[in-house]
């Protein structure tokens, strides 16, 4: 077979077939995709104008919804439009960017959950050197890591350079974006090798960054049973409730769809995980700390009296 990219545009599935149920989906899609920007952009802004929320936590909280609306616009603008027009197709160097940026800033997301995961670990069990480690300089510094690694991880694959590829048969994928699983699919060449540096990429990325996450919980775990009082506890478990959340759901749906054996569910089963990675997950961000954290709460409501007092003035 030779080496040679033949196919210039592939063909989306997308999530149903059925016309009359693929317009409610659209609709769910697209209020979707509205609350996931806006409630991220309520993060970002709030944590930028209160100075309450002038801490390494909502420094890092801040990038985490930029990211999320990074995330989700790689895929849902895109998957709205084919609805919208009725059609399923989209180009092979789009296709492309859209495989790039999705699994970059999902990386670069793992990525600043260890880091806010690491910030709470030294907040609660080493609270009289927390401030000299986590300084403004530090954490401007963490992030830029973050960012710069969590795309650099990406570069190795070899989906990310198309003329590396030979796509010379079928271009149909049946999914709503360009995934991997069902790119490798059409790849007309052996892909034992670029399923394993996947594979590699995935368990660096995810397992190791989740390995952070649950050292830092176990550490935070065992400090906040020792503090005698019931209210202490209850006050520092709230503080990160809501971090265990959104990485419960955002580890939890990554794991199924990049780390594990090849063919152990179905690929329907699959699109309906990769709906809650690419677009529950990021719209719970904004939703689950304003819910469950008072600091963010206190500096909505005050945001929100201050335009009250101004509007009437």
């Known amino acids: ?70 995330y989700t616009t790689t895929i849902l603008p895109n998957t709205l439009i084919n609805m919208a027009l009725g059609q399923r197709t989209i180009s092979l160097p789009g296709c492309f ?7 970059g800033l999902g990386s670069t997301a793992s990525y600043l959950l260890a880091l806010m995961a690491f ?22 510094l963490l992030v830029l890591c973050c960012w710069i690694v969590g795309f650099l991880i990406v570069l190795p694959c070899p989906l990310v350079f198309p003329p590396a590829m030979p796509f010379c048969g079928p271009n149909i994928i049946d999914h709503f974006f360009c995934d991997n699983e069902p790119l490798i699919k059409l790849v007309c060449a052996d892909t034992a090798l670029l399923e394993r ?16 996450n649950l050292v830092s919980y176990i550490h935070i775990i065992s400090s906040v049973m020792r503090i005698p009082s ?9 503080t990160c409730s809501s971090h265990l959340i959104v990485v419960s759901i955002t580890y939890g749906s990554c794991i199924f769809l990049y780390v594990k054996p090849n063919n152990t569910s179905k690929f329907d ?3 309906l995980v990769a709906v809650l990675n690419t677009i529950v ?23 929100f009296r201050q335009g009250v007092v101004f509007q009437k003035h």
Do not use: W
């Not at 960017?97 to 699994?103: A, C």
């Not at 019931?230 to 709230?238: A, D, L, V």
């Not at 304003?290 to 500096?299: E, G, I, M, S, T």
């Open 269 to 271: 089963f699959g699109k």
């Open 197 to 212: 540096i996947d594979f590699i990429i995935a368990a660096l990325t995810l397992t190791g960054t989740l390995l952070v």
């Open 230 to 238: 019931t209210t202490g506890r209850q006050k520092t478990f709230s």
């Open 119 to 140: 910030d709470r670990y030294l907040a609660i069990c080493k609270p009289l050197h927390y401030s000299s480690i986590m300084n403004g300089q530090i954490c401007s």
């Open 1 to 70: 077979m030779s080496n040679q990219t033949t196919v210039r545009e592939f063909v989306l599935l997308g999530l149903s077939d059925d016309p009359g149920l693929e317009i409610l989906i659209l609709l769910l899609l697209f209020s979707t995709y509205l609350m996931t920007v806006m409630g991220n952009a309520v993060i970002i802004t709030i944590t930028l104008v209160d100075h309450r929320l002038y801490t390494p936590m909502y420094f890092f909280l801040r990038h985490v919804a930029f990211v999320d609306i990074g």
């Open 97 to 103: 960017m859209q495989f790039f940026m999705h699994f």
């Open 281 to 303: 997950s990021p719209l719970l961000i904004p939703f689950v700390f304003c819910l469950r954290n008072k600091q963010v709460k206190d500096a909505l409501k005050g945001a």
